[in-house]
């Protein structure tokens, strides 16, 4: 991987930005006014949370229906032609209007209004595209062109789209056996049929595409190098998984084994790669998935990295579970095999994090590879390691989507682990560790991190601004996951005091951390 040299950024999921265009969730059209933010902050990496297409109404953005293409959620409607040729916002019913400025004014993402708005604004859009555009103008002709170039997984996927929507979302091992089975003729017949929806999921995606291409435009000129969130694996109910059954099996589930967390482990219930059949194509489906991917972003997160050395998977013959491969050595020589693929041509960032064993890490370090280094998690039994001696080629974090802000984590601690944290960090020489996080604690912590060895730093936004929100509770379901918006609109960071102050603060720590 190349080198970016010392830079840090932000760790902000898509959701989460307000804007005064938005539709209750945080869209393409709001990350130019966070670039601005970024570029008075000295900030040049924005890490985003995975942007596939997700599950009808499951907000999770690892809840995934394809390893391709984009969430159409995150479609602007100010920026799409269409939108402003209905009537824009003008046109909106008086209801919509009302739902409109409820899921402005929430502050969590009301995601039951979000998907009714923004999926009757798409739908009146398309029907003038059809109706005006179809299919001779230049914007259609653009549309076709592209739809051509993108081949089998947008065929796959708007297909799938279009069946299970027509079938209320039913799973699609429930649909009638020459679909469920993909049978040439069936597939055929299905697709004329249904060819308008098909093509309406196709004009998403390219829409997603082409305002996702306009960001990073915006992105390249203030400097900002954009880092995506790849899923190892997807769901069940996707449209891969219907069209790859022979590398994305279903016979067994992913999870992970027993461990100090988890006396029984974790079982997922998802499909698990497998990599023997991969290897017979050379890696055709995965290959295709990392080019797509490099496409869109400057650096890849690359999710569950243990998962390309070994998997834990469990079915009726072993319920308790296994690894697969069942030796050390193929997981050596696999994840060394599968990590040499995933990087060519691209910058990746391996999350090595959890119970995995040592030789992963030491693999990563000799192909080059940046793995995690979380502060709080970093420690020689009871003894915090010195984030001045991390290693040039790793990423520093205060923390994660899933773990609590390091504000909660502060005043949580035991009065050993501050003391502890106080002894070994040098930013904290002078700094009084009590309970309370303190301003001084909260810029000793930044600095802590700013200051490390790791060429790599990313800060979750609650870190820089102290505050309490969490994006994510692992192993809960409810409506406050996934849900996390910022409390000010783009368009007023740099004019709102505890935004301004935080990008001056940050941007000083930031110079002197030589970064």
Sequence with gaps: MASTGRISGLLLPLFSLRSKTDF?????????????????????????????PTAPGDPSPYSTRSAFGLNALFINL???????????????????????????????????????????????????FERTAWPQSPRAQEFMAWRQQQGEWLESYALYTAISQERNHAPWWEWPEPLRNRHPDALGAETARLEREVRYHAWL????????????????ARGVLLCGDEPFIIGQDSADVWAHRDVLRRDARLGVPPDAFSAT????????FDFEQMEKDDYRWLKSRATKA???????????????????????????GRFVPDTEEAWKKLGERHFRLLAKDAGIVAEDLGVIPPFVRTILKNLGLPGYRV?????????????????????????????????????????????????????????????????????AMLASALNSGSD?????????????????????????????RITQNVEDLLTTAETRSAAERLGLLTASARR
């Design 205 to 220: 995606q390219w829409v997603a595409e082409v305002q996702w291409d306009a960001v990073r435009g915006l992105a390249k």
């Design 24 to 52: 209750g969730i945080g869209d393409f059209g709001g990350l130019d006014g966070l670039f601005h933010w970024m570029e008075a902050a000295r900030q040049r990496l924005l890490m985003l949370l995975p942007l596939l």
């Design 456 to 484: 790599l730093c990313v800060l979750p936004w609650q870190d820089v601004l102290g505050t309490r929100d969490r994006i994510n509770l692992p192993g809960t379901m409810g409506d406050a996951n996934w849900a996390y």
């Design 78 to 128: 100010e920026m799409l032609p269409e939108f402003h040729a209905t009537g824009g916002e003008a046109a909106l019913s008086a209801e919509e209007k009302r739902m409109l400025a409820e899921a402005r004014a929430a502050p969590r993402v009301r995601y039951d209004l979000v998907f009714r708005l923004k999926g009757a604004a798409f739908r009146r859009a398309f029907e003038h």
């Design 294 to 320: 490099a496409s869109y972003y400057d650096l890849r997160r690359v999710d569950h990295a243990v998962g390309y050395f070994r998997q834990w998977i469990r079915d009726e013959k072993t319920p308790t």
């Design 265 to 272: 482990g974790q079982d997922w219930g998802l499909p698990y």
């Design 375 to 443: 502060m709080r998690w970093e420690r020689d039994d009871s003894i915090y390691r010195n984030p001045h001696q991390f290693p040039p080629v790793s990423l520093v974090t205060t923390g994660t989507h899933d773990t609590e802000p390091v504000a909660e984590w502060w005043e949580a601690a035991t009065d050993e682990e501050r003391l502890g944290t106080a002894r070994v960090y040098p930013e904290f020489q002078g700094v009084a560790a009590t309970k309370e996080f303190s301003p001084e604690v909260h810029r």
